[in-house]
């Protein structure tokens, strides 16, 4: 019944609902499209609806509110937030931009609106890397997570300034510790570990794979592992049992759950397609500015 009442408002409205992969099982199974945060980017700017409702925490509502300026955007529960892209609330990258005059600064999609609009580049977990090093640059500032700033320098050889010094996501940063991982590659011996780049050093080095959530559920699919940990958020192996049925698919630690992702429930859905509410606003020179900014990003990842 639920269900139903959603697909006829959907239609109703000509509205699409995109949902992050971390999401509940339960709104993804309704979603039109589920992604990383740069494939549901991407999507947004794509999609032929005058209503998208994004599932997903606040700025990936914010993002999809700036790409679509003509559009209806839809966050269904707008406490879901983000405690990663709070260590960039204030104004904290101001204070970066006089003491590195000349670095450019790339700030992660984990990030406020008015953060992605004074920074040089976005980047997500999935785009991070190619973004940096094509910049051609020798030391770059990068923000809010260190853990990605660190797996980006590795990655590329350059000198990479975390802003601030200590942003992390509580998920990965305490529950897909070294600890959680130690214990369950002790609880499960011969299991493959596919981690993503905001967890720490020491758990990405005992991975052999390391990338954003949807290049995860690619890797799961091609590994030949028939039993695979997944260390981030719970919410993933959801999904990568869907897409990998014959493997045996674990999250690293089961309790490692984004409560913010999961503010998100059917009923949101619904009554968010009811009321069109609660709707993104934005103001407008800072999502032309950060549209500029994403535009530009993206853009660069895209060549060759
Ligand atoms: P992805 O872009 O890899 O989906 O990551 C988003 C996120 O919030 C990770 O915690
Ligand atoms: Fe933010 Fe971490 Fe939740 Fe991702 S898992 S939305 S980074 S708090």
Same mark, same amino acid.
Request: glycine residues 6%.
């Given at each position: 019944m639920l269900y139903e009442e959603i697909a006829r408002l959907k239609k109703l409205r000509n509205a699409v609902i995109l949902a992050h992969n971390y999401q509940l099982p339960e709104v993804q199974d309704v979603a039109d499209? /589920?992604?990383?945060? =740069?494939? +549901?980017? +991407?999507?947004?700017?794509?999609? %032929?609806?005058?209503v998208i409702v994004m599932a997903g925490v606040k700025f990936m509502a914010e993002m999809v509110a700036a790409l679509? *300026? %003509?559009k209806v955007v839809i966050h *269904?529960?707008?406490?879901?937030?983000?405690? !990663?892209? %709070? @260590? =960039?609330?204030?104004?904290?990258?101001?204070?970066?931009?006089?003491? @590195?005059p000349g670095e450019p600064l790339v700030v992660y999609v984990n990030s406020p609106i008015e953060a992605k609009a004074s920074a040089d580049y976005v980047a997500t977990s999935s785009s991070a890397v190619k973004l940096v090093s094509r910049l051609g640059a020798d030391r770059v500032l990068f923000g809010p997570d260190r853990n990605l700033a660190e797996f980006v320098a590795e990655k590329t050889g350059v000198e990479v300034i975390p802003v601030p010094p200590n942003g992390h996501c509580p998920?990965?940063? @305490?529950l897909i510790s070294r600890y959680y991982a130690e214990k369950a590659l002790?609880?499960? *011996?011969?299991?493959?570990? /596919?981690?993503?780049?905001?967890? *720490?050093?020491?758990?990405r080095r005992m991975a052999s794979f390391v990338g954003s959530t949807s290049q995860m559920l690619e890797y799961v699919q091609r590994t030949r592992a028939s039993k695979v940990l997944l260390g981030t958020e719970e919410g993933l192996a959801y999904r990568a049992r869907k897409l990998a049925p014959g493997k045996e698919i674990l999250p !690293?630690?089961?309790?490692? /759950?984004?409560?913010?992702?999961?503010?998100?429930?059917?009923?949101?859905? =619904?009554?968010?397609?009811?009321? +069109?509410?609660?709707? /993104?606003? +934005? %103001?407008?020179?800072i999502a032309s500015r950060a549209r500029e900014v994403i535009e530009r990003s993206l853009e660069l990842v895209r060549r060759g």
């Open positions: 499209f /589920v992604g990383d945060s =740069l494939e +549901l980017a +991407l999507k947004a700017q794509e999609v %032929d609806a005058d679509n *300026p %003509d *269904p529960n707008s406490y879901a937030g983000c405690p !990663l892209a %709070d @260590f =960039l609330n204030g104004g904290v990258l101001s204070g970066y931009r006089s003491k @590195f998920v990965h940063e @305490f002790e609880e499960h *011996p011969g299991a493959e570990l /596919v981690v993503h780049p905001e967890a *720490p050093r020491e758990v !690293l630690n089961a309790r490692a /759950v984004c409560a913010d992702m999961k503010k998100i429930t059917p009923r949101h859905l =619904l009554e968010s397609l009811e009321r +069109l509410e609660p709707k /993104v606003t +934005l %103001d407008p020179r």
